[in-house]
């Protein structure tokens, strides 16, 4: 009886690792395509800010956050 139960364990142990290296070692992350569309937004003051405006003079962080 204690062999199966170590050949099961085996098995779920193995089940587990396939489905993390599957789920988080092959999924690709994000890649960087080019640089990024030009678009348009308002600052708390109302003044309106183009991407555009940076571009060459500063280094850029978008951070898109988001509460629910």
């Known amino acids: ?11 779920v142990l193995l089940a587990l690792v396939a489905a993390f290296v599957t789920t988080y070692a092959v999924s690709p992350g994000p890649r960087a395509s080019g640089p990024a569309p030009d678009f348009t ?6 003044q309106t800010i183009r ?16 509460a629910y």
């Open 1 to 11: 009886m204690g062999n199966r139960r170590s050949w099961v364990l085996a098995g």
């Open 41 to 46: 937004g308002m600052t708390v003051d109302g």
């Open 51 to 66: 991407l555009a405006d940076f571009k060459g003079n500063y280094a850029v962080l978008l951070n898109f956050f988001s």
